[in-house]
């Protein structure tokens, strides 16, 4: 697989960088775009910190959309989870994927169910960054229909068909 240089980057809602890494674009189209890591790829936090990545990990960006997925694989190709990010709108300048993290998290862990992580850091992010009101809707609405779309998700799909797959579940639910 051939792979574009690339960074991910998510904030907080202050502008203040929260993570990001290096990794390789396989696919853009109007749709969205997919993104690899692989083990030994180093995560770097905002305030300093980094951890290095042991896992290798598909995610999938829905270009406007309130939520990625991962898809997180041991070293061998086994599907590990599924972890989706609450989101303002994802974005893609040709060398950056980024992102607003609003600290509410989705993870299912093979065959356990879905479940939304974090969400004493979500009440944080609302005090601190003073979220109004339709945020926070829109955002635990968001994290209902991450769970929705984990606890169905199938895994090891051809990248533009997950793409594809995604964007349309998410659309699904603006109708």
């Given at each position: 697989?051939?792979?574009?240089?690339?960074?991910?980057r998510s904030y907080?809602?202050?502008?203040?960088?929260?993570?990001?890494?290096?990794?390789?674009?396989?696919?853009?189209?109007?749709?969205?775009?997919?993104?690899?890591?692989?083990?030994?790829?180093?995560?770097?936090?905002?305030?300093?910190?980094?951890?290095?990545?042991?896992?290798?990990?598909?995610?999938?960006?829905?270009?406007?959309?309130?939520?990625?997925?991962?898809?997180?694989?041991?070293?061998?190709?086994?599907?590990?989870?599924?972890?989706?990010?609450?989101?303002?709108?994802?974005?893609?300048?040709?060398?950056?994927?980024?992102?607003?993290?609003?600290?509410?998290?989705?993870?299912?862990?093979?065959?356990?169910?879905?479940?939304?992580?974090?969400?004493?850091?979500?009440?944080?992010?609302?005090?601190?960054?003073?979220?109004?009101?339709?945020?926070?809707?829109?955002?635990?609405l968001a994290a209902?229909?991450?769970?929705?779309?984990?606890?169905?998700?199938?895994?090891?799909?051809?990248?533009?068909?997950?793409?594809?797959?995604?964007?349309?579940?998410?659309?699904?639910?603006?109708?």
């Amino acid at each position: 697989m051939n792979l574009a240089p690339i960074q991910v980057r998510s904030y907080k809602a202050d502008g203040a960088v929260h993570r990001y890494c290096d990794a390789g674009l396989e696919l853009v189209n109007e749709t969205g775009c997919v993104v690899w890591t692989h083990p030994g790829t180093e995560m770097k936090m905002g305030d300093g910190r980094s951890w290095t990545s042991d896992t290798v990990v598909r995610s999938l960006f829905v270009f406007g959309a309130r939520l990625d997925l991962l898809e997180i694989h041991e070293t061998n190709g086994s599907p590990r989870g599924i972890y989706m990010n609450v989101t303002s709108p994802i974005r893609f300048d040709g060398s950056t994927v980024w992102y607003t993290d609003h600290e509410l998290d989705i993870y299912k862990a093979g065959d356990a169910r879905a479940s939304i992580e974090d969400e004493d850091e979500f009440e944080e992010a609302i005090r601190k960054f003073s979220y109004a009101d339709a945020l926070v809707a829109d955002c635990l609405l968001a994290a209902q229909v991450g769970v929705s779309i984990a606890e169905c998700w199938q895994f090891n799909l051809p990248s533009e068909e997950a793409l594809t797959s995604l964007d349309r579940k998410l659309s699904a639910t603006h109708e």
